[in-house]
């Protein structure tokens, strides 16, 4: 899964750790998240969609699969 939280993140003017206190989670879950490492759960994904004031298609998008 593919993300806009580090743009949308950037945009408000805050770091990992102000977005990970804003959604009770740790810099590194966030850095995790925006990396592409960890997908959130959808309470989390909730979470980071109320705080930027958008919805979780907005900044959460399935990777795009190549045609064969």
Do not use: C, H
């Not at 590194?28 to 705080?51: H, M």
């Not at 930027?52 to 399935?62: H, K, V």
């Amino acid at each position: 899964m593919r993300n806009r939280v580090r743009e949308a993140r950037q945009k408000q003017g805050w770091t990992q750790d102000d977005l990970g206190r804003r959604v009770g989670v740790s810099r590194q879950t966030i850095n995790a998240i925006e990396n592409g490492r960890y997908d959130p759960s959808l309470p989390l994904a909730f979470k980071l969609a109320r705080v930027f004031e958008t919805t979780i298609e907005d900044l959460f998008f399935p990777e795009e699969t190549p045609v064969t």
